[in-house]
């Protein structure tokens, strides 16, 4: 019998609370953001084989034959799928970091129109999830027509990897509960300069009886 009980309970029960939720969509948008970035400025993007050795181009950079990475020359000619690629890539990366500060905004200030945030960083992440994927226009530049043989290099890797975290996270903001608040909250009165520094805030209109009443009795005081 109490197999049997074993048997039906889960070996891994992970409650989903909003915060985890939460702070689960924060981190995945950022590492997101940061693949993406690295895409861009990766200069291992495209993998192929020319007569004389191994080529890896990037995005907006080329590897040189001692393995270091150089940006392209100002010369340097593009065909209309890398100069999209090019494009689309920085987009990307760009359209993502609005989404992180989007994200971020919750971790400290109210939300007054939940929905509407929810929609402008979910929208925002899908397209950067769009952008992500168009990247792979840079298989079809005229280098790839010209050896057939384009294989996926470290950017290309890391770009997939973006894409798939950007439309995860785009799923976590649609399905993450509405914020009751920010996550971090900081009373910022300490930095005024005539704010009290005890923990007891004195009321305001009991200071200003305490202060009449000070006065009266001084006046009181003086007559005498």
Known sequence: ??????????LLLIKL????????????????VILSIVTAKSCRFVEYKSAAAVMRKGLYQEETIFGLCQPYGANQE??????????????????????AIGMYYQLFF??????????????????SFLFQILTFL???????????NCKIASGASCSIA???????????????PPP?????KCDCSSFLVDAPCTEDIEDPCEANSKRKQFNTDHSYMGSE
Not at 17 to 32: D, S, Y
Not at 122 to 127: E, P, Q, R
Not at 180 to 184: S, V
Request: aromatic share 10%; net charge positive.
């Open 17 to 32: 609370t909003p915060l985890k939720v939460r702070l689960t969509a924060f981190v995945i948008t950022t590492i997101a």
């Open 138 to 148: 840079a298989f079809n530049d005229q280098r790839c027509e010209t050896y057939k």
């Open 180 to 184: 009751e608040g920010p996550l971090l």
């Open 110 to 127: 109210q939300v007054e129109n939940v929905s509407l945030w929810r929609a402008s960083v979910s929208i925002f992440l899908l397209v």
């Open 1 to 10: 019998m109490n197999d049997q009980n074993n048997k039906q309970q889960p």
């Open 78 to 99: 593009f065909d209309t799928n890398h100069r999209a690629a090019m494009i689309f890539g920085a987009l990307s990366a760009l359209i993502g970091g609005f989404s």
């Open 162 to 176: 973006a894409t798939i975290f950007y439309l995860v996270s785009a799923l976590a903001t649609l399905k993450m």
